[in-house]
T-cell receptor, first 111, second 113 residues
Framework: TQLLEQSPQFLSIQEGENLTVYCNSS?????LQWYRQEPGEGPVLLVT?????EVKKLKRLTFQFGDARKDSSLHITAAQPGDTGLYLC???????????FGKGTRLHILP | SQTIHQWPATLVQPVGSPLSLECTVE??????LYWYRQAAGRGLQLLFY??????ISSEVPQNLSASRPQDRQFILSSKKLLLSDSGFYLC????????????FGSGTRLTVV
């Protein structure tokens, strides 16, 4: 059973376009993280959200945690080729618990 | 600042041979340590985690084992590799207490032939 569903699985768009990827679950999480992974490297933490409805911005990336803390979205404005990579969401159900990963969204930005 | 080192970066091993992957963390004490395996299209699978020296929890019954001989050292081992052990292995650490996310090593690509 996959507790965190990410959509879409693959996304290929032109440079300069906007996009949103989603992370959904039927479970409530105490915190949720987004990571970006490039080929042959480990995932790198982008953001952690902990409060329902929380919105965090990281340059052109906007992360939102759902009000019920069951889902999250990542919006990228004016995508750049450097945004290409695998985006993973991961959730912790308790404050000290190990986290659960989604399978990721593979994003490719065409120059 | 904290850093995590994982080696080797790539490894090709024959079936039935032993395995030892090492991970060390610098700049912090008493970290939580994790071993993950990442297969294409299957996301990250937690293999082992440790909250202290000598304390190992296994998530998936398998051909692998883990040890934590020192506070900031985590080792993944196998006595006899199987073809199905091939994959991308990632070590990670997190702070104890309130969870802020993981810091991952750069990974080891293991190919069993």
């Amino acid at each position: 059973t996959q507790l965190l569903e990410q959509s879409p699985q693959f996304l290929s768009i032109q440079e300069g376009e906007n996009l949103t990827v989603y992370c959904n679950s039927s479970s409530v999480f105490s915190s949720l993280q987004w990571y970006r992974q490039e080929p042959g490297e480990g995932p790198v933490l982008l953001v952690t959200v902990v409060t329902g409805g929380e919105v965090k911005k990281l340059k052109r990336l906007t992360f939102q945690f759902g009000d019920a803390r069951k889902d999250s979205s990542l919006h990228i404005t004016a995508a750049q080729p450097g945004d290409t990579g695998l985006y993973l969401c991961a959730g912790a159900r308790n404050r000290d618990d190990k986290i659960i990963f989604g399978k990721g969204t593979r994003l490719h930005i065409l120059p | 600042s904290q850093t995590i080192h994982q080696w080797p970066a790539t490894l090709v091993q024959p079936v039935g041979s032993p395995l030892s992957l090492e991970c060390t963390v610098e700049g912090t004490s008493n970290p939580n340590l994790y071993w993950y395996r990442q297969a294409a299209g299957r996301g990250l699978q937690l293999l082992f985690y440790s909250v202290g020296i000598g304390q190992i929890s296994s998530e998936v019954p398998q051909n692998l084992s883990a040890s934590r001989p020192q506070d900031r050292q985590f080792i993944l081992s196998s006595k006899k590799l199987l073809l199905s052990d091939s994959g991308f292995y990632l070590c990670a650490w997190s702070r104890t207490g309130r969870f802020y996310g993981y810091t991952f090593g750069s990974g080891t690509r293991l190919t069993v032939v």
